[in-house]
T-cell receptor
Framework: AQSVTQPDIHITVSEGASLELRCNYSYGATPYLFWYVQSPGQGLQLLLKYFSGDTLVQGIKGFEAEFKRSQSSFNLRKPSVHWSDAAEYFCAVGASGTYKYIFGTGTRLKVLA | DAGVIQSPRHEVTEMGQEVTLRCKPISGHNSLFWYRQTMMRGLELLIYFNNNVPIDDSGMPEDRFSAKMPNASFSTLKIQPSEPRDSAVYFC????????????FGEGSRLTVL
């Protein structure tokens, strides 16, 4: 079955600390992988995506993610978190030519001053 | 360039009333999606349109839900009659094509059915 798992529902970090949000997927085809961010009261915004090539991808707002095929993972990282990063983060998987993106249940990030 | 525009942003209605949510996709995008977001079920795809044609409505929960896309710049999601369990945030999203991979989301319509 196709699925996306974000094992951490909530994560709290101090401002300036590093961050890693986990994402594991199960997908039959070669996956396209995405991370979206949702600020309160807003829609989802794309942070970064992986289609092929270099397994370390850079995104907006200083985020990066690494695709590890052997672990079926696509974890999101940021070396130093800012208070404005407090939001909910969604991992998603899709594939070439498909419209059915599968979203994880999200990880809510809280940043302590 | 304007993003995906949804209206209303908030809707409070009573059970049994008709609700219509509206969406204007980004100009030039030929694919449009309606999603529903709840705490219990996360983000669910309700219906997908391509070139104004409904391709997949298997996510529409029941006959009380209907969606239309009369032209490339406008779509509606209608619930009639509404029920308290329909309370959720409804998102519209559009994309120019799946090669880009990116879905552009509106800010959502928060529906509360009393």
């Amino acid at each position: 079955a196709q699925s996306v798992t974000q094992p951490d529902i909530h994560i709290t970090v101090s401002e300036g600390a590093s961050l890693e949000l986990r994402c594991n997927y199960s997908y039959g085809a070669t996956p396209y992988l995405f991370w979206y961010v949702q600020s309160p009261g807003q829609g989802l915004q794309l942070l970064l995506k992986y289609f092929s090539g270099d397994t370390l991808v850079q995104g907006i707002k200083g985020f990066e993610a690494e695709f590890k095929r052997s672990q079926s993972s696509f974890n999101l990282r940021k070396p130093s978190v800012h208070w404005s990063d407090a939001a909910e983060y969604f991992c998603a998987v899709g594939a070439s030519g498909t419209y059915k993106y599968i979203f994880g249940t999200g990880t809510r990030l809280k940043v302590l001053a | 360039d304007a993003g995906v525009i949804q209206s209303p942003r908030h809707e409070v209605t009573e059970m049994g009333q008709e609700v219509t949510l509206r969406c204007k996709p980004i100009s030039g995008h030929n694919s449009l999606f309606w999603y529903r977001q709840t705490m219990m079920r996360g983000l669910e795809l309700l219906i997908y349109f391509n070139n104004n044609v409904p391709i997949d409505d298997s996510g529409m929960p029941e006959d009380r839900f209907s969606a239309k896309m009369p032209n490339a710049s406008f779509s509606t999601l209608k619930i009639q009659p509404s029920e308290p369990r329909d309370s959720a945030v409804y998102f519209c999203a559009s994309t120019a094509g799946f090669n880009t991979g990116e879905l552009f989301f509106g800010e959502g319509s928060r529906l509360t059915v009393l």
